[in-house]
């Protein structure tokens, strides 16, 4: 009986704490409002990752298979570089420098977080899609080259819409990594979904109740979206077997 009753008071007592915390002064919108935040940041720095890495992907394709090409060696040089350096430095450090150094003049700190996002996905999609398009049997590319494509229509008409299908469970897999990832936006002033839990742990003093919240949302959108993929994942090998 004893325990019982221990229990009921400790979850009472946990249910006034997210009321005063939360409810009251309608603290929870400040978490909408981050959480909105956040999900912008992810889907657009995704967007402009997959852009980037598709574009580097290619071009170290091709310097592979016209080593003779200047251009495509001075392109897969720079496209070293950058990955190098994205890979090799952390991600809250280039988006201080985004913030601080390169956009120092601009005032909207949502699209330099997107862009510093999505440079730093660029380089862990590039070597995805560079995976998926070498995993792609090269009768493929000997194939279209028999029918008179150029290497360039080769990539875009076969080889291309076979590596995206290859690696879209990864790329999934690099949303929800890029969907944790921006919990540092709050470094340049955004108030993503982290930087509101803080805000309403300094406004309360609570630092329990807006923490957990915040890393139980994190949970429920990763395990979301993992489930999402899972789901995916067994339709594709569904579809390759047919």
Same mark, same amino acid.
């Given at each position: 009986?004893?325990?019982?009753?221990?229990?009921?008071?400790?979850?009472?007592?946990?249910?006034?704490?997210?009321?005063?915390?939360?409810?009251?002064?309608?603290?929870?919108?400040?978490?909408?409002?981050?959480?909105? +935040?956040?999900?912008?940041?992810?889907?657009?720095?995704?967007?402009?990752?997959?852009?980037?890495?598709?574009?580097?992907? *290619?071009?170290?394709?091709?310097?592979?298979?016209?080593?003779?090409?200047?251009?495509?060696?001075?392109? +897969?040089?720079?496209?070293?570089?950058?990955?190098?350096?994205?890979?090799?430095?952390?991600?809250?450090?280039?988006?201080?420098?985004?913030?601080?150094?390169?956009?120092?003049?601009?005032?909207?700190?949502? #699209?330099?977080?997107?862009?510093?996002?999505?440079?730093?996905?660029?380089?862990?999609?590039?070597?995805?899609?560079?995976?998926?398009?070498?995993?792609?049997?090269?009768?493929?590319?000997?194939?279209?080259?028999?029918?008179?494509?150029?290497?360039?229509?080769?990539?875009?008409?076969? *080889?291309?819409?076979?590596?995206?299908? +290859?690696?879209?469970?990864?790329?999934?897999?690099?949303?929800?990594?890029?969907?944790?990832?921006?919990?540092?936006?709050?470094?340049?002033?955004?108030?993503?979904?982290?930087?509101?839990?803080?805000?309403?742990?300094?406004?309360?003093?609570?630092?329990?109740?807006?923490?957990?919240?915040?890393?139980?949302?994190?949970?429920?959108?990763?395990?979301?979206?993992?489930?999402?993929?899972?789901? #995916?994942?067994?339709?594709?090998?569904?579809?390759?077997?047919?």
């Amino acid at each position: 009986m004893f325990i019982l009753e221990a229990i009921r008071d400790f979850f009472v007592g946990l249910g006034s704490q997210f009321y005063q915390t939360m409810i009251v002064d309608d603290r929870w919108k400040m978490l909408i409002s981050g959480l909105q +935040n956040t999900l912008i940041i992810a889907f657009f720095a995704l967007l402009i990752g997959v852009a980037i890495g598709t574009f580097v992907a *290619i071009v170290k394709v091709m310097a592979v298979m016209n080593s003779k090409s200047k251009l495509l060696r001075l392109l +897969n040089w720079l496209c070293n570089i950058y990955i190098n350096i994205i890979r090799g430095t952390p991600v809250v450090v280039q988006l201080l420098i985004m913030y601080f150094v390169v956009f120092v003049s601009v005032t909207n700190a949502l #699209f330099i977080a997107i862009v510093s996002f999505g440079l730093n996905s660029g380089a862990y999609v590039a070597e995805i899609m560079r995976a998926g398009i070498l995993a792609v049997d090269k009768g493929q590319t000997e194939a279209g080259r028999s029918l008179g494509l150029s290497g360039s229509q080769t990539m875009k008409a076969i *080889i291309l819409p076979q590596a995206i299908k +290859n690696i879209l469970p990864a790329l999934c897999n690099e949303f929800i990594t890029l969907l944790k990832e921006t919990s540092i936006a709050g470094y340049v002033a955004i108030q993503d979904l982290t930087k509101a839990g803080d805000r309403i742990r300094f406004t309360t003093y609570d630092p329990f109740t807006p923490l957990i919240v915040v890393a139980l949302i994190y949970l429920v959108m990763v395990l979301g979206l993992t489930w999402i993929i899972g789901k #995916f994942e067994r339709r594709l090998a569904k579809s390759d077997n047919r």
